[in-house]
């Protein structure tokens, strides 16, 4: 039952709760038999990416043929088509279709085609989704936050619905190996390439746009992930200005973060693979320490049927998706091998701020590098300027991160502390004489979620001391921001 949950967490409560009935309510689906339910937009817009993105760049990879490009074309062709056979496989995997008889399917999958059938299938179930009633197949619980208050839900769930959401969740991971394991590295490759050649192509560039965009979309479905796997008792809904939020986040991060790696390596060649391996090679081992330091078993968390080699294998790949990742954004989520999910639940601040500054300090480095070790091609580029827009670019990508866990983020209710009590935090550190005439910032209000049974007034005999649990607060504040999960 669990495994449904999770396999439905995307499916929204329809708009007709029944009576409570022992403190939950009951929301049945009157949907069945009248509309099809949310449209897999997701599902056709990855596909529409991983088809743009291969036909551009096999239109790409001819051009440089024709014009005796070798190194460009191979690395072209390299990256275009290992993320496709990854996706593949990820798809084949999670779909479970190695022991069924859907020879069609599979053939599809060998021609790289697979996002194209899975994307039809899935259009197929949602437009024959309201023609007719069907039973519900299972049942799913999940806790609403509705105005600060906690209400447990439950409603049913039908055999169409399911395999929408299934598909919607396999495409989602194949949407960020598509772009950290494909687009960046095209990316980064096309964009050395128009340094280096002084001159940009009609068709790299429309390559660039779509790379760029995948990247970020990647990046957005990763936040999206960790959110709902962070908080999967709750039913989760992502407001419009929180995706905005976390389009700009994402999308200034990943292009300040591509561009100063990109102008690092145009004049410091061989330096920028030692960069990039070590990043890449901390990220990778960092969960595999973390994991032995706790003295973890590898059969945890992974399918029963898999072998210790099979365990360590599918791990493997998945640190690599995660090291590939954190290379050029913040990933969202950490790994924890000795969960069942593989991904720990606590929202690890402390690595988050560590993360970020770290992040700034070696952009800074590198562009600095960058401006003194910099080629004659740039005598027509206003050096100093670029620096500093490339640095401000990331500046803004940490505002709207901030802006978003402080005011979009959907269970910000549930958080201990905010970004503003953090801040606050920090500031008060500097004169703690104070620290006890100050008052309680708004902040403190608005992440907190009265209980059923606390009352809105409390009595004055029964009013808590403010003074000393704002105190209590800070020194909490100062813990987590201190700890690095």
Not at 68 to 83: G, R
Not at 116 to 127: D, K, N, Q
Not at 135 to 154: A, F, H, N, W
Not at 263 to 280: D, P, Q, R
Request: hydrophobic residues 45%; aromatic residues 12%; glycine residues 4%.
């Amino acid at each position: 039952m669990e495994e449904q949950e999770r396999e439905i967490s995307d499916i929204d409560p329809p708009d007709h709760p029944s009576e409570a009935e022992n403190g939950v309510m009951l929301v049945v689906s009157h949907s069945r038999g009248r509309d099809r339910g949310r449209a897999p937009l997701s599902v056709v817009l990855a596909t529409v990416l991983y088809c743009a993105e291969f036909v551009s760049a096999a239109v790409l990879s001819s051009m440089y043929h024709k014009t005796n490009d070798e190194i460009w074309m191979s690395f072209t062709i390299t990256f275009m088509l290992v993320p496709a056979v990854l996706t593949q496989l990820a798809l084949t995997f999670i779909h479970r279709d190695v022991g069924r008889d859907r020879p069609l399917v599979l053939l599809l999958h060998l021609l790289l085609l697979g996002p194209v059938i899975r994307c039809f299938e899935a259009l197929i179930v949602y437009f024959k989704a309201g023609k007719k009633e069907e039973t519900y197949v299972t049942l799913s619980r999940k806790i609403s936050l509705k105005k600060g208050r906690k209400i447990p839900m439950e409603w049913e769930i039908g055999q169409s619905e399911r395999t929408l959401a299934a598909h919607r969740n396999a495409f989602k991971r194949t949407a960020v190996i598509q772009a950290f394991l494909g687009s960046v590295p095209q990316l980064t490759l096309q964009m050395y390439a128009a340094i280096q050649e002084k001159y940009n192509q009609p068709a790299r560039v429309v390559l660039m746009i779509i790379n760029l965009v995948s990247i970020t979309y990647g990046a957005l479905v990763c936040s999206v992930l960790a959110i709902h796997i962070r908080y999967d008792d709750y039913k989760v809904r992502i407001r419009p200005a929180a995706y905005l939020c976390m389009t700009a986040w994402r999308g200034l991060e990943i292009a300040t973060r591509v561009t100063v790696l990109v102008l690092f390596s145009t004049a410091l060649t061989h330096w920028v693979i030692l960069v990039g391996m070590a990043n890449l090679l901390f990220f990778f081992f960092l969960p595999w320490a973390e994991f032995w330091a706790k003295k973890g078993s590898l059969t945890q968390g992974v399918e029963r049927n898999f072998s210790n080699f099979g365990t360590v294998v599918v791990l493997t790949l998945f640190t690599l998706l995660y090291a590939c990742i954190n290379v050029f954004c913040w990933s969202a989520v950490q790994l924890d091998f000795t969960h069942r999910e593989l991904i720990q639940r606590k929202q690890g601040w402390g690595r988050l701020a560590l993360y970020y500054c770290g992040r700034f300090v070696e952009n800074l480095v590198l562009i600095i590098l960058w401006y003194f070790y910099k080629k004659d091609f740039y005598e027509y580029v206003c050096a100093p300027l670029l620096v500093v827009q490339l640095l401000i670019g990331y500046s803004l990508s940490v505002l709207f991160m901030l802006l978003f866990y402080q005011f979009c983020h959907p269970c910000r209710s549930l958080f201990k502390h905010n970004v503003h009590d953090c801040l606050r935090c920090i500031c008060c550190q500097k004169g703690t004489s104070t620290r006890q005439n100050q008052k309680p910032s708004y902040s403190t209000t608005a992440t907190m979620v009265l209980g059923a049974e606390e009352p809105l007034n409390p009595p004055p005999s029964e009013a808590p001391d403010l003074t000393s649990q704002l105190g209590e607060r800070e020194t909490d504040i100062v813990e987590d921001l201190t700890e690095v999960v």
